[in-house]
């Protein structure tokens, strides 16, 4: 199957034109439609020189969400994938989720000044209604290890066409058009996102300041005292989520007041 070619649009000049990051962007793909701007990044060969770059697609036709689901991406929304060649310890690969969550929850309110919530792990909601997903795909078993964070964001779409399509999902989703009242300029909240991906990668992630990251992303989280069911492996768990630890982990306090340490899940319904 050949690979497409990517789009040398007026988008990505403009985006390239925008751009004050040092490495994240530097190299752009953007592509009018692509099966999954994520698959596109994992197929790129692991080597230094792609750290930073990113992926984009004006649509996906078999855009990926977490643990095999399908990401609605119809044209309108924001699909990017930004690669990172790691300069830190793997086991903090974890951040990279908590770094794009909170990116992404800077750029909408910058552009906006609507305020994200952020549930753990990889939501960002708005009105308890899911606006925004971070995927992270490792390839850690070369020399050079490869970071694909992929990030889907619903922008100047209508929720009707996600909602219609949701099955087993527990939160029904919103976009940043029906949560603002107008379009939003992609090339701008891109940017921003970058921006402060970029921020939150060189001055903590990188640095090994993973405790900052652990407590700006509570900042930004109201899940804290809510009761919760935590769909972990096989089991099903349910308590009062009450705190993050140090590696990232969810804390539930259970009701024999026992707390269990969540890692792994398959889903977090909030009640």
């Known amino acids: 199957m050949r690979k497409p070619k990517p789009n040398e649009s007026i988008f990505k000049t403009r985006l390239s034109k925008l751009l004050r990051t040092k490495k994240l962007g530097k190299s752009i793909y953007v592509f009018n439609e692509l099966d999954s701007t994520q698959d ?9 020189s792609l750290h930073g770059t990113i992926v984009i697609a004006r649509k996906q036709n078999m855009g990926k969400g977490r643990i095999g689901r399908t990401w609605i991406s119809p044209e309108g929304g924001l ?23 909170l990116a992404v929850a800077d750029a909408v309110f910058e552009n906006t000044k609507i305020n ?42 209508e929720s009707s066409s996600i909602n219609n399509y949701l099955i087993d999902d527990n939160l029904k989703a919103t976009t940043l058009r029906e949560e603002y009242g107008n379009d939003i300029d992609l090339i701008i909240l891109i940017n921003s996102i970058l921006e402060r991906m970029e921020y939150y990668y060189d001055n903590f992630l990188s640095c090994g300041n993973t405790l900052k990251i652990v407590d700006r992303w509570k900042e930004k989280s109201d899940m804290f005292g809510k009761k919760a069911i935590v769909y972990d492996g096989n089991q099903q768990v ?10 990232g982990a969810m804390l539930m306090k259970l009701s024999d007041t026992s707390i269990r340490k969540i890692i ?8």
């Open 79 to 101: 699909w990017m994938s930004i690669i990172i060649i790691p300069d830190f310890s793997i086991a903090d690969i974890i951040f990279t989720q908590f770094i794009g969550s």
């Open 40 to 48: 596109y990044a994992n197929s790129l060969p692991n080597n230094e």
């Open 116 to 157: 994200c919530k952020l549930m753990w792990p990889n939501d960002i909601l708005i009105n308890e209604k899911k606006v925004c997903g971070i995927l992270t795909d490792v390839n850690a078993e070369n020399e050079i290890k490869k970071i694909v964070l992929g990030i889907g964001l619903n922008a100047n779409i």
């Open 238 to 247: 349910m308590g009062e989520i009450i705190d993050l630890d140090q590696n």
């Open 264 to 271: 792994y899940y398959n889903n977090v319904s909030l009640h």
